[in-house]
């Protein structure tokens, strides 16, 4: 026996989602099951599921913060690999 789910979206949101699954050969109730299989596989969210930090938190971050968070996005003074955490740490430690 089969069960069906409804669910209220925006018209753009639903025309812009069928659109995408459409691209990639599935039609959206194809696409909603594989989320659920995936859900059940991993015995929770198939992804990570985190609270995204906004632009004003960024903004508000002290400025070596910033500066780090720059190099890494720029791939930049990164050290590394370590071998150990210790190493890592100690790493850091280092002025």
Known sequence: MTKTIQ???DE????DVDCLF??????????????FKAALEQD???FAVQRRREQDDYDN?????????EDTRLRRNLFG???TAEEAVASMLED
């Open 7 to 9: 669910i209220r979206v």
């Open 12 to 15: 753009q949101f639903k025309a």
């Open 22 to 35: 459409d691209s990639l050969g599935l039609d959206t109730s194809t696409a909603v099951r594989m989320f």
């Open 44 to 46: 929770g969210f198939p």
């Open 61 to 69: 971050l002290r400025p070596e913060y910033k500066q780090a968070v």
């Open 81 to 83: 690999p370590f071998k």
